[in-house]
Each structure stands twice: as structure tokens, then as C-alpha cells.
């Protein structure tokens, strides 16, 4: 179905309603299907995929990935490989804004490429840049993956927020620590630009105060336990109208495009949930999960190789399958393996997310890469290919110490917990 071109949301639904039919009947199946449409529209942490999207619209129309990317520019655009760094925080900034990696590549490479180009930057280590930083928007809370999988997977969504901050600071630490590998190998490749003067960056600091303080108040806000996400979700939402509004950037036109893309998105996502949970509850009543779950216990492998071997799944799916898809067949079948060697479904949320997000880098059907050649339309595909290798290999490093060391991602929300 997904090959002959029908949405993910609309083909997990009809196999898992058809699937119903074929192992309980039709009347059964029809109210196994109905219940989980009616839970799925009554549930409250529904409400807040739509705010944080109408939040991101807000934000997006107000220039902010400009503002963040000139803010980073102008504290270390002046040290070599600087803009490279400029354009990790600017991607860091607008994932939190905007929670899409796709959305954040594209609109932070619509900035920060032309930049580092003009500026000398070699064309691979600015496209794999861009490519590989616009993943942070699917780390980096409020993201919308995190949401999709705590509603499918019932868990936690504050739980999975803040279980994502360290493994996002991390990420965006290490493509920092390959841009600096990179520039000491190749010097050529990023060359200094010009200091910025302190007034210059008291300035372009001062024009992200606002936004960086509503990001700082919603998230900090679910990890200490102020509000919870749906409640978050609306403060980060009436804040960017505000902010919209006092920056003079607010207009009727700019509003109902907000709302319009706000109300189509959140359709789309909705039907795919509605879909993923129906197929889930036909995976559920054929005994799969529990089959799986079995043979891998019979394996007797251990919790680490039993992981490596999930991620090694994960990856060989995610050559060729869309991140969402990817998360909603594989979340109902592989969750409780990772269940089953003692690791948290918070956990495997953060994993999964993070895998996903290889995915979008990884050659040759990686999304962002075909974003940034759409940016930059005069860079060859292979050339952005070479660009993103030394990233690829730091996540893929990255996601094996979130395997070793399960508290990069646990310790945070048991400490606050605690």
C-alpha cells in the first residue's frame, strides 16, 4: 500500500482494520476499531500537538530561524568553522521551536547556506552541516515525534520531553566536535570572518531574548513539574502570539496561515496516530508482539546485544522507510522486546526518535538531503552525500552510548522525579 502511494496513517489503518476483520469478524472488529477511534479523539494530550505546531507557525513567520542564526553567528562567527558552529545552535534553537527535522534543515539552510558559502566555507561541510543539525528539531523538545510516540505508546509525553534534553545537548555537542575535527584537517574548508562587535551581539542577543525565554518557560516549566505538556503547549502558544504581536510582525494574513497549516498538519498526524493504534491493536490480538517477544527471550542474547540488534533493525528499515512510518510499524513490535531486557519505553522512545533521525542523513534516501540540494540546487547530491559522513559516523556513535549508558537519557527525568 505505502508503495502504490496511500498515506502511512490511511494504509496502517486499513491492514489493521482488514487484519481485525480476518482474526475476530467483522462485527467485533468494527468495535475494536471504533473504540480506538473514540479513545484516541478524547484523549487530552491530543491538544497538544496542535498548540506547539500553531507556536512554530507563529515563530516561523516572525523570522526567527534569521534571528537565531544571526545570534550565534555574531558570538562565534568570527572563529574558523565559526558559521558551521552558528548553524548547529541555529538548528538547535529552531528545533525547539519547531520540532520538524525537515522544516528546520530547509529553513535554517535557507539562511545559513548562502552565508557560509559567501563566506568561503567548502560546499560538503556547509550542506552536511545544515543536513545533519535539522535532526535536532526531532530531539530537541517540544518535538513532534516524541508527541506521536508518547500518544501510540501511551507513555509519559513531559517524561519523553525531558528525556530528550541531555541526548539533544549531547548530539549538538558532538556535530560541534566534527566541525572542529573537520577544520583542523582542512583549515581551507571554514575560514574565519570577521569579529563581531559587543554591541553587535548585545543587539542580535536581545532580538532572541523573547523566544529563548518561552522555550526556557515551557520546557523547564514539564521537567519541573509546573504544568503539564497540553498546558505548556498553550502557554508557548499564547506567548509566540504575544511576541508576534510586540515584535509588530502580527497581521491577518500571516494569522490565518498560521491557523490553516496548524489545522492541516494536525489533521494529517491525527489520521496517522488513528492508524497506527488500529494496526497496533492488530498486532496485539494476533499474538505477534508476544511471539517476538519470546523468540528473543529464547535467544538469550542479553540486554546490550539484544539492543544492538534492535538498532541494527531500526537502521536497515530506516534506509527506506519515511521516519513516521518507520516509527509507527516497528513502536507496537519492538517495544516489547526492549521491554523485555528491562529497558523503559521512556527510553526506547529516545532511541527510537534518535534513530529516526539517522534516517533523514542517511544515504541515499535520507530526507534532509534532498532539502538542502533543493537550497542549494547547485551542490551535487554526492557532494552533500561527502558533506554528511563525518556526522553520520558521530550519530551513529551517539546512538550506541545512549545503548551503553541508558542514564543519558534516564538520569534526568529520575532525578527530577526524585
Known sequence: MLLAGLPIGVALGLVGLGGLFLVLGIEPGLIKGGVVLVDTLTRYELGTLPLFMFMAHLFFSSNASRDLFDAAAKMVGHRRGGL??????GCAGFGAINGSSLATAATIGLVALPEMRKRGYSDALATGTVAAGGTLGQMIPPSGALIVFGIIAEQSIGKLFTAAIVPGITQALLYCAVIWIVVRLRPNAAPASERATWAERRAAL?????????????IGGIALGWFSPSEAASIGAAGALAIAAWRRRLNRDMLMQAFEETLRTSGLILMVIIGALVFSVFVSVTGVTDAVGAWVTGLALGTVPTLLLVALILLLLGSVLDGLALMLLTTPILLPVVESVGMSAIWFGIFLCRAMEIGFVHPPLGMNLYVIQGVAKD???????????????????HLLIIILFPALALGLPELLGN
Open 84 to 89: 558551521a558552529y552558528a548553524s548547529v545552535g
Open 206 to 218: 536581545g532580538k532572541i531574548a523573547d523566544m529563548v525565554l518561552l522555550i526556557a518557560l515551557v
Open 379 to 397: 551542490v551535487s547530491i554526492n557532494r552533500i552525500f561527502k558533506g554528511v559522513m563525518p556526522f553520520l559516523a558521530s550519530d551513529l556513535f
